[in-house]
């Protein structure tokens, strides 16, 4: 982030969430390695360590407000020869007139140059008092206008997390040409929900840099998806460039230990090979997007993952790559979802209530965790209209996300809940269900499902975004009839061992039943 944001000895700097302060210490390294290339021939050496710690004590201000790791940031600080004064304990959300005096005078609105910071962030952490969210505009509820464009109105939210808030502090600590980076749930760049969020940066700042970090980043902590942002405060164009990376490893498994596999000082290679030279060979890794490319204010790098279209446009000259939408629109499949049924109902039946982790290898599972009633059956059974061939796809859930399921003549009594789609082929002369199933599961296609499935609250979710999928479908009308013939066969062996283990079964229930009666016969 220190080498994003491009720190130099002139820049005035802040962390408004500093914690232990690694953010300052680490931009305070590059203000010196700045000013060392720049004099570092011409000055003495203890004229050079004097300028170093004007500069510390001028340009480097951390807060928090926890007493104890502001005291740990102040060591730090003293360690590396001054800047100490700099750090306050303070608490960077609520009103400034509430700090001390001698934090007003050093920490005021738009006098930074730079914003490094790690907000805090967390499901459970909320920030509720009507006085701090009174003071932003972002702790207002905002709604759509007719122009399908968000507006704030006057209510105050009952809640909001802390990072929300802490964007605009952020934004507001800048001058008028100041840069921010920072680490942010990559939630608030994909989801529906933050839509306003994000019109609200726009609105202030450009996005000029966003990389995706892997799950593993903060683990064993804590599993929140995250990403680093990068803004520079000003007007935005259609024609802005916007770095982006997708790191997928970090250094560290999910339990702590050290790998040997980093992406991240690859992605940073990557960021200064572009605003050196303004190319790159695109990967991953690194590629740029302009603003105008944007697609439904998603800024998530891996839904513009340069590898998926690479592949796609090496299959169109096999294969016809049609999306999953205009299959719709010209009427050869539909899609729904299914319903969610009360707790209460589970276990009162014997059949079978279709969730998601009863989705696997095609099929559905032999024994699904729950089963209903066939009076509450019959309450979904028109709504749901199973019918064979229909495919049952997984819309949400952390792993299982795209995994597809056939229904069989033995999977049509069933209900199935409102995280799975229902895809039904209304036009099989033109496009063969089983051919579908191979398709929905071939690798380019689940590559676009994971570049299309966001964290929504703790769970992914595929979404509406399900339309945007590209099929790559042969243009040999042999080949598909081989592929769909594959599929029937393995279709009919899973039938088959389906039925042989209901057999298998069923004669261990007998065999059972036959012991008890006859030790019922002894005992008589």
């Known amino acids: 982030m220190v080498n994003i944001a491009h720190i130099t000895y002139k820049d005035k700097m802040i962390d408004p969430a500093c914690g232990t302060g690694g953010f300052l210490i680490e931009g305070l390294k590059a203000e010196w390695k700045s000013l060392d290339n720049q004099y570092g021939d011409e000055w003495p050496e203890h004229e050079l360590f004097a300028e170093e710690q004007k500069i510390a004590i001028k340009n480097i201000r951390g807060i928090d407000k926890d007493s104890f790791l502001g005291k740990v940031a102040k060591a730090y600080m003293a360690l590396m020869d001054d800047g100490r004064g700099g750090i306050f304990c303070e608490n960077s959300l609520v009103n400034t007139e509430s700090w001390s005096v001698l934090a007003q005078e050093h920490i005021r609105d738009k006098t930074f140059d730079v914003v490094l910071t790690n907000p805090p962030f967390g499901k459970k952490l909320k920030i509720n008092e009507d006085g701090i969210l009174s003071l932003y505009d972002l702790g207002h509820k905002w709604k759509k206008d007719r122009d399908g464009k968000f507006e704030k109105t006057d209510k105050l939210l009952d809640s909001q997390p802390p990072q929300i808030l802490f964007i605009e502090k952020c934004l507001n600590l800048l001058h008028n040409k100041g840069r921010m980076c920072f680490v942010s749930p990559e939630s608030i760049f994909c989801n529906p929900s933050h839509k306003h969020i994000v019109q609200f940066i726009k609105e202030r700042a450009k996005i000029s840099a966003i990389i995706s970090m892997p799950e593993e980043l903060f683990q064993p902590y804590t599993h929140a998806k995250t990403c680093v942002v ?15 990376g997708i790191a997928k490893y970090c250094g560290h498994d999910s339990r702590g230990n050290e790998t040997s596999r ?13 605003i050196k030279n303004g190319q790159l060979d695109y990967d991953h890794l690194g590629f740029v997007i302009t603003e105008g490319e944007i697609v439904n204010n998603i800024y998530v790098p891996k839904y513009y993952n340069p590898e998926i279209r690479k592949s796609l446009d090496a299959l169109s000259k096999t294969h016809n790559v049609i999306s999953i939408k205009s299959l719709e629109d010209k009427g050869i499949i539909s899609i729904s979802t299914g319903h969610e049924v009360s707790k209460e109902n589970y276990g009162t039946g014997p059949i079978p209530f279709v969730r998601t982790s009863d989705i696997a290898n ?39 996300v795209g995994t597809c399921a056939i229904i069989t003549d033995d999977d049509r009594e069933i209900v199935f809940q409102s995280h799975l789609y229902k895809i039904r082929i209304k036009k099989p002369d033109e496009l063969n269900p089983l051919l579908l199933l191979a398709l929905l599961s071939c690798p380019i296609v689940k590559s676009q499902i994971f570049a299309k499935r966001f964290t929504q609250d703790i769970i992914d979710t595929l979404g509406e975004r399900i339309h945007e999928l590209l099929l790559p479908i042969p243009r040999d009308k042999k080949e598909q009839e081989r592929i769909a013939n594959e ?21 261990v229930v007998q065999a059972d039943e036959k012991e008890h009666k006859f030790m019922t016969l002894i005992v008589d």
């Open 230 to 244: 990068y803004l520079e405060k000003g007007k935005n164009s259609p024609e802005d460039k916007i770095f982006m």
């Open 262 to 274: 980093d992406d991240i000082p690859k992605i940073q290679e990557k960021y200064n090979q572009f």
């Open 362 to 400: 095609w099929e559905i599972k032999l024994d699904p965790k729950q089963g209903l009633s066939r009076e509450i059956y019959e309450s979904y059974k028109q709504k749901q209209d199973i019918k064979t061939n229909d495919i049952l796809m997984v819309r949400d859930g952390t792993y299982l």
């Open 487 to 507: 599929v029937s066969r393995i279709i009919e062996l899973k039938k088959k061992a389906k039925e042989m283990t209901r057999k298998v079964v069923s004669s």
